[in-house]
């Protein structure tokens, strides 16, 4: 292993390029690292020729409006029909979408997936008369036809979920007319999206040395834990400072996404869209507000550690931009990207030697993209496709954190994996809430696994940083956006404008809350609400929360129990939406309708923390 570099220094390690200061374009990043996407459509032309059958498909599917109830066979037809549009469907999209984010300024590939778009949106007005004729079928004949035909056994979850939802299924009409408005409604994110990662343009900046790096998304991260604190405060400065040129446009897209989905919660009758959200998988709203006051309650914790990186750092005055600063700066952790991948393969062998065969055919059949590159997507994400395999994008920089998100996105593939070989199309798709446990999960056995074998003290504290790291920016750090999201839901819908100002003055008095009196709360940090994603998806990130401490006891339960409770665990991956969240995790072995999981994980970050506290005191 070698000492901590930035992406400005070297970017594929292991194959000799050198980057001085300039993302590389994709036709200059090996094919050994970029993804298979043709095992999805060998060519545009073959996609064209599905998108063409998708078209011709819909109109077969409105020959049983109306005949739902007519019998066991027009039931089993129609739904089947709608999974065969719901199969190629997510081939296309994920085809188009996924070669549009290996460079999101590509016209062609923005085309093709605004086609898919406004055709997923006219299967879905197609298909908008299964569930209302399904729900007004009387529950004796349905439950007549469920036991003529044993092809609707598969359908058997759906049925029962949808009869729990059934006041807020509408009329046909109106689920048509819902169904079109999607791809309007879409406008916010998309918007959001078009400006962050195409349009927005940042500046260079110049390190200690004098040395300029340029600046982007995909290397923030890498810029931002730097042991050089100019070229992080700069980084920092440059990065908020153009968001801020545009924080209204920014306010005004994030407002439309929030009025979109207050409007859909409104026109289904649920009391909030924070009800909406969770209700469509059981979740209760207690289990969201439960979690923000079980942070409140652990808060101390977490400005001890802010208080010990600024005794480690020896900081007169810590700042925002000193928060992912290595404590242990010295520590030699660059890991190259096969280096990575053998570390990923021994921290996950306690899932067994099936587990690690299926990880060992996503290494090395182009399920992953591996490097940055002009125009690319930022972060890092997992994509499951039904029948195909799933996919994963990174931005791979070669640093430990790098390994992590490998597991990490390793996981939610598997699981994609593991679901959509176990489970008919009708209940492969797991739900957020489950998706964030298995990709946790391997999170956290690698970091135990690199705790044990690791001697050095210096790199023991580095680890036991990147673990403190994980649980403040997964636990406290995502339950303040949870809360933030929620805030900003509670105002709108008590009709309150959401502005700018609005929204600066809500994250800097949120961020004075989690991070405590030690830290100064720069003023470049009020705007950071701009740059998350996330906050497009109403109520989507608590789920980091609540699958991080479920990661935390299933992953203790493997390692202590064995096989037991592996095979538990691999029997949670195969269940896909089979059943409600906390039902599948409380048969995995952890009861998330509890506040325990997130006590147990913020105690261990506390005792952690404590052990890092001892070996910084000796150092």
């Given at each position: 292993?070698?000492?901590?570099?930035?992406?400005?220094?070297?970017?594929?390690?292991?194959?000799?390029?050198?980057?001085?200061?300039?993302?590389?374009?994709?036709?200059?990043?090996?094919?050994?690292?970029?993804?298979?996407?043709?095992?999805i459509y060998a060519s545009d032309e073959?996609?064209?020729?599905?998108?063409?059958?998708?078209?011709?498909?819909?109109?077969?599917?409105?020959?049983?409006?109306?005949?739902?109830?007519?019998?066991?066979?027009?039931?089993?037809?129609?739904?089947?029909?709608?999974?065969?549009?719901?199969?190629?469907?997510?081939?296309?999209?994920?085809?188009?979408?996924?070669?549009?984010?290996?460079?999101?300024?590509?016209?062609?590939?923005?085309?093709?997936?605004?086609?898919?778009?406004?055709?997923?949106?006219?299967?879905?007005?197609?298909?908008?008369?299964?569930?209302?004729?399904?729900?007004?079928?009387?529950?004796?004949?349905?439950?007549?036809?469920r036991q003529q035909e044993a092809g609707?056994?598969?359908?058997?979850?759906?049925?029962?979920?949808?009869?729990?939802?059934?006041?807020?299924?509408?009329?046909?009409?109106?689920?048509?007319?819902?169904?079109?408005?999607?791809?309007?409604?879409?406008?916010?994110?998309?918007?959001?999206?078009?400006?962050?990662?195409?349009?927005?343009?940042?500046?260079?900046?110049?390190?200690?040395?004098?040395?300029?790096?340029?600046?982007?998304?995909?290397?923030?991260?890498?810029?931002?834990?730097?042991?050089?604190?100019?070229?992080?405060?700069?980084?920092?400065?440059?990065?908020?400072?153009?968001?801020?040129?545009?924080?209204?446009?920014?306010?005004?897209?994030?407002?439309?996404?929030?009025?979109?989905?207050?409007?859909?919660?409104?026109?289904?009758?649920?009391?909030?869209?924070?009800?909406?959200?969770?209700?469509?998988?059981?979740?209760?709203?207690?289990?969201?507000?439960?979690?923000?006051?079980?942070?409140?309650?652990?808060?101390?914790?977490?400005?001890?550690?802010?208080?010990?990186?600024?005794?480690?750092?020896?900081?007169?005055?810590?700042?925002?931009?000193?928060?992912?600063?290595?404590?242990?700066?010295?520590?030699?952790?660059?890991?190259?990207?096969?280096?990575?991948?053998?570390?990923?393969?021994?921290?996950?062998?306690?899932?067994?030697?099936?587990?690690?065969?299926?990880?060992?055919?996503?290494?090395?059949?182009?399920?992953?993209?591996?490097?940055?590159?002009?125009?690319?997507?930022?972060?890092?994400?997992?994509?499951?496709?039904?029948?195909?395999?799933?996919?994963?994008?990174?931005?791979?920089?070669?640093?430990?954190?790098?390994?992590?998100?490998?597991?990490?996105?390793?996981?939610?593939?598997?699981?994609?994996?593991?679901?959509?070989?176990?489970?008919?199309?009708?209940?492969?798709?797991?739900?957020?809430?489950?998706?964030?446990?298995?990709?946790?999960?391997?999170?956290?056995?690698?970091?135990?696994?690199?705790?044990?074998?690791?001697?050095?003290?210096?790199?023991?504290?580095?680890?036991?940083?990147?673990?403190?790291?994980?649980?403040?920016?997964?636990?406290?750090?995502?339950?303040?956006?949870?809360?933030?999201?929620?805030?900003?839901?509670?105002?709108?819908?008590?009709?309150?404008?959401?502005?700018?100002?609005?929204?600066?003055?809500?994250?800097?008095?949120?961020?004075?809350?989690?991070?405590?009196?030690?830290?100064?709360?720069?003023?470049?940090?009020?705007?950071?609400?701009?740059?998350?994603?996330?906050?497009?998806?109403?109520?989507?990130?608590?789920?980091?929360?609540?699958?991080?401490?479920?990661?935390?006891?299933?992953?203790?339960?493997?390692?202590?129990?064995?096989?037991?409770?592996?095979?538990?665990?691999?029997?949670?991956?195969?269940?896909?939406?089979?059943?409600?969240?906390?039902?599948?995790?409380?048969?995995?072995?952890?009861?998330?309708?509890?506040?325990?999981?997130?006590?147990?994980?913020?105690?261990?970050?506390?005792?952690?923390?404590?052990?890092?506290?001892?070996?910084?005191?000796?150092?």
């Amino acid at each position: 292993m070698k000492k901590f570099i930035d992406a400005s220094e070297r970017y594929f390690a292991n194959d000799g390029f050198t980057l001085s200061s300039q993302v590389p374009d994709r036709n200059e990043i090996p094919a050994k690292y970029q993804w298979h996407l043709n095992d999805i459509y060998a060519s545009d032309e073959a996609w064209q020729a599905d998108f063409d059958r998708l078209k011709s498909l819909l109109p077969g599917v409105v020959q049983y409006q109306g005949k739902l109830a007519s019998g066991a066979q027009n039931l089993l037809k129609c739904l089947k029909a709608r999974d065969e549009i719901g199969i190629i469907s997510g081939k296309l999209f994920g085809f188009a979408r996924m070669h549009k984010d290996e460079n999101t300024a590509n016209t062609k590939f923005q085309s093709m997936t605004g086609k898919t778009e406004a055709l997923l949106a006219e299967a879905g007005a197609v298909t908008a008369f299964i569930e209302p004729e399904i729900l007004a079928i009387p529950e004796a004949v349905l439950n007549q036809f469920r036991q003529q035909e044993a092809g609707l056994k598969e359908y058997g979850f759906y049925f029962d979920d949808l009869a729990r939802q059934k006041k807020h299924v509408l009329s046909q009409p109106e689920e048509e007319i819902l169904s079109r408005s999607a791809e309007v409604t879409q406008a916010p994110e998309n918007i959001f999206n078009m400006l962050a990662h195409a349009d927005l343009k940042f500046p260079s900046v110049t390190d200690a040395n004098g040395k300029e790096v340029h600046l982007s998304e995909g290397r923030y991260r890498t810029l931002i834990m730097s042991p050089d604190r100019i070229l992080r405060q700069k980084s920092f400065t440059a990065l908020y400072n153009t968001y801020n040129q545009y924080r209204n446009t920014f306010a005004a897209t994030l407002g439309g996404s929030i009025k979109k989905n207050i409007f859909y919660a409104k026109v289904r009758k649920y009391k909030s869209t924070l009800e909406s959200a969770l209700e469509g998988d059981n979740v209760p709203i207690a289990v969201y507000e439960n979690l923000i006051s079980t942070v409140h309650d652990n808060l101390a914790p977490l400005h001890r550690y802010v208080a010990l990186k600024k005794k480690a750092l020896k900081l007169d005055t810590i700042h925002m931009y000193d928060m992912y600063a290595p404590l242990v700066a010295k520590v030699d952790f660059t890991t190259p990207y096969e280096e990575g991948l053998g570390l990923v393969r021994q921290a996950l062998a306690p899932l067994g030697p099936e587990y690690t065969a299926i990880l060992e055919k996503g290494f090395s059949s182009g399920w992953i993209d591996v490097y940055e590159n002009k125009g690319k997507q930022t972060g890092a994400y997992s994509w499951g496709v039904y029948g195909v395999h799933p996919f994963v994008l990174l931005n791979y920089s070669n640093r430990y954190d790098d390994v992590s998100t490998l597991a990490h996105e390793m996981g939610h593939a598997i699981h994609s994996y593991y679901s959509y070989a176990t489970q008919p199309y009708a209940t492969a798709s797991y739900t957020t809430f489950c998706a964030e446990v298995a990709s946790t999960t391997n999170e956290i056995l690698l970091l135990e696994y690199m705790l044990k074998i690791t001697k050095d003290k210096q790199r023991k504290m580095y680890l036991l940083n990147q673990y403190l790291e994980a649980v403040r920016g997964t636990v406290y750090r995502q339950t303040m956006f949870a809360e933030f999201e929620k805030l900003l839901y509670d105002k709108s819908e008590n009709g309150e404008t959401i502005t700018a100002d609005m929204l600066d003055a809500l994250w800097h008095e949120l961020n004075v809350r989690y991070y405590g009196a030690n830290i100064e709360i720069d003023k470049e940090i009020d705007v950071e609400w701009a740059r998350i994603p996330h906050f497009y998806w109403d109520f989507y990130v608590y789920q980091y929360v609540t699958g991080y401490s479920a990661a935390t006891s299933l992953a203790g339960q493997i390692l202590q129990e064995g096989q037991p409770a592996q095979k538990r665990y691999i029997g949670f991956l195969q269940s896909g939406g089979s059943d409600y969240s906390l039902s599948i995790l409380k048969k995995a072995g952890v009861n998330m309708a509890s506040p325990e999981p997130v006590e147990i994980t913020l105690q261990k970050f506390a005792g952690m923390l404590g052990e890092l506290e001892k070996l910084l005191a000796d150092y």
